[in-house]
């Protein structure tokens, strides 16, 4: 009798080939060395994440942007782009933006984006297990690590030749400089000469960006008549400021709520005899017995396109024309971010994004319902070309004390983001 040993080894290895993960055949040789390059540098960035975060550089810092600037500048450098700062004008108070870029023919031109600024200042980088805590470590230079890293592993693989690949790293993400023509130019003219737009915003569990909500703001402003207040609801006195100012915002609240990712919040009112308000603050005096003559309210918009948001601008006009009489009431609206509003070429982009995961044994990546996001840097350029936003770190405690970054995803992100470059600049 024969023996079976022969084909017990051959029903084995057929079993453990079966068993074995599909990601190295689906990876090129070359997509394995950025891998590689990966796994051994996971210290390297998290070193270089330490250095970053530890130098403060909240929006209007501007020596501590241009610092961050500085030593990502180097970074780049050292990998074959040309590199330059971008200087916004003295009395926007903003630290200007490093742009660095590869010229080539191959593939997609790729416009990649991060930002250098914080929202707060204070808290040093400190290792805790996974985690690291400090300002901007979520938000975001822990993306802007994610993404160097991945052309770092490109430029080890020899698979940043021939490519273009233009970077920007902004310096006032976090509260834009005005006016926005100047400060999001550059920005704009480098995606007119691009295909595709990637931004690496934290990321948020298996997912990406296709679509945030723009931002605006508004101000109520309410006159009345004004005397001793026995006289208020009469036919002379009407109902004073106050009332109609709430009046208003009522009506906004009963016939504008509930429409999908539109969101209005009236943040702050002053209100009496005498009322002013800057940007931030106000000051308003009176008396009990006094019918306040004037009402500032100030708030802000939020939207998923433009279509909505000048639809819902319409209706509030509308609503504050309807003034009770012996009032006048005014608004005025103010442009801030717009929205990146989901379309086909992001979706596109997205199934992109998503086969590599899957291609990695990542798992899919789905899109982010743009209700969990604010908005952001890439919606100035979106209405121009497709993209995708929230590939940066995982995280959370943004705008927060507490801030933290998970390190053991960050090798995950920078894989990921490295096979996509190298896939869509083929």
Do not use: C
């Not at 979106?382 to 995708?388: A, R």
């Not at 933290?404 to 490295?418: C, F, G, N, Q």
């Amino acid at each position: 009798m024969k023996s079976l040993l022969p084909y017990l080894i051959l029903v084995l290895l057929a079993l453990t080939l079966i068993a074995l993960p599909s990601t190295a055949q689906k990876l090129s040789p070359e997509e394995q060395k950025i891998l590689s390059y990966v796994d051994a540098h996971k210290e390297d960035a998290i070193a270089l994440l330490e250095k970053v975060v530890n130098i403060e550089s909240p929006t209007q810092n501007v020596a501590g942007v241009k610092q961050v600037g500085v030593i990502l500048k180097s970074e780049f450098d050292a990998l074959g782009f040309k590199t330059k700062w971008i200087e916004m004008p003295a009395e926007m108070k903003r630290g200007g933006h490093l742009v660095a870029e590869r010229t080539g023919t191959k593939g997609k031109k790729l416009l990649l984006l991060g930002h250098l600024d914080t929202v707060l200042s204070g808290e040093k980088f400190r290792r805790e297990g996974r985690r690291a805590f400090g300002t901007g470590t979520s938000d975001m230079k822990a993306g802007d690590v994610v993404m160097l890293y991945a052309l770092k592993a490109l430029h080890n693989a020899g698979l940043l030749k021939d490519t273009q690949i233009v970077v920007m790293y902004t310096g006032d993400e976090e509260d834009s400089g005005e006016p926005v023509e100047t400060s999001r130019g550059d920005m704009l003219a480098l995606a007119k000469r691009s295909d595709l737009t990637l931004s690496f915003e934290g990321a948020v569990r298996n997912t990406a960006t296709v679509g945030r909500r723009g931002s605006s703001s508004w101000t109520l402003e309410v006159t009345g008549e004004t005397g001793h207040s026995s006289g208020i609801f009469g036919e002379r006195m009407g109902n004073g400021a106050i009332f109609e100012a709430a009046r208003i915002i009522h009506q906004f609240h009963e016939q504008l709520r509930g429409e999908k990712y539109l969101t209005f919040n009236p943040s702050v009112i002053v209100g009496g005899t005498q009322a002013e308000m800057n940007t931030f603050n106000g000051t308003a005096s009176g008396k009990t017995n006094v019918v306040p003559a004037k009402v500032i309210v100030k708030g802000d918009l939020r939207f998923i396109s433009e279509e909505q948001k000048e639809a819902t601008r319409a209706k509030m006009r509308e609503i504050v024309a309807k003034h009770l009489p012996k009032t006048n009431a005014k608004i005025t609206f103010e442009d801030g971010i717009p929205a990146m509003t989901p379309n086909e070429g992001n979706y596109a982009l997205l199934k992109q994004l998503d086969q590599v995961s899957q291609d990695l044994g990542f798992g899919k990546v789905e899109a982010l319902d743009p209700g969990e996001r604010g908005a952001g840097d890439i919606a100035f350029i979106s209405h121009l070309i497709p993209g995708l936003d929230g590939l940066g770190a995982k995280g959370g405690n943004s705008h927060a004390a507490g801030e933290w970054t998970d390190l053991e995803s960050m090798p995950m992100l920078i894989k990921r983001t490295a096979v996509l470059i190298y896939r869509l600049t083929r």
